[in-house]
């Protein structure tokens, strides 16, 4: 039985029951794995940009017929591969934020309705908040976590047709809320060190740095 950490696992978590999921990205498909090991997908599509991914991803389905049947490994660049009607619940983690705006950008087709985002950044997810919001999605929800020395989130999203009414202060800090949990804490903590960090570089370049303040005092 395929065993998830703690990153994986709060991505797992947020997939619906009986959707059918793409995992793009997925390296060893353990998290494909989990979902079916555990009745929670009917189906997968476990799809990466990289042959030797895939091959890392057939050890592990070729494992048992279950997960060999109900698992289907596709080569992709993001989601140019996959259909529209091919799945519900999409994941893409353990990719930097700047790429997983680029994969959704080109894949018009996630602006629906019925499907879910579930987007694991693990880094600038100030640029997946921002795709977010400007292409009409709602952030349903925001969970971060810590595995060793690592700090993660994940941000869950469905598509609203929605305004943008959110400013670059939430895309920096998004749904967390520092009191939640110490996990929170510590989120909030590395994002805070990284703006002051960014804005000390700005200063010494001798440029504005009137919006970074906004963002690290709002
Ligand atoms: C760090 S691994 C993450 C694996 C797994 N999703 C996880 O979170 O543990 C990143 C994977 O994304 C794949 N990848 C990078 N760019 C991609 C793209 N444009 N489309 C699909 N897969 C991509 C890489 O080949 C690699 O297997």
Known sequence: MIKLDARLKMAAEEVRPGKRIADIGTDHAYLPAFLIENNICPSAIAADIGKGPLENARKITSTSKDLSDRI?????DGLKEIKEDEV???VIAG????????IL????WVKDENKRL???PMSHAEDVR???????FEIIKEKACTDGRHNYIIIVAEFRNKENDKDEAFYYKGLIQYDESEDAQKYHNARMA???KKRDALKKAGQNV????????G
């Open 210 to 217: 009137e919006d970074i303040e906004k963002i690290i005092n």
């Open 72 to 76: 289907e490994l596709r080569l992709s």
């Open 118 to 120: 579930i987007l694991q």
């Open 88 to 90: 519900d619940d999409i």
């Open 194 to 196: 990284s703006l002051i």
């Open 130 to 136: 921002k795709y977010l919001c400007e292409n009409g």
């Open 105 to 108: 950008t080109a894949a018009p």
């Open 95 to 102: 990719m930097g934020g700047i790429l997983i705006a680029e």
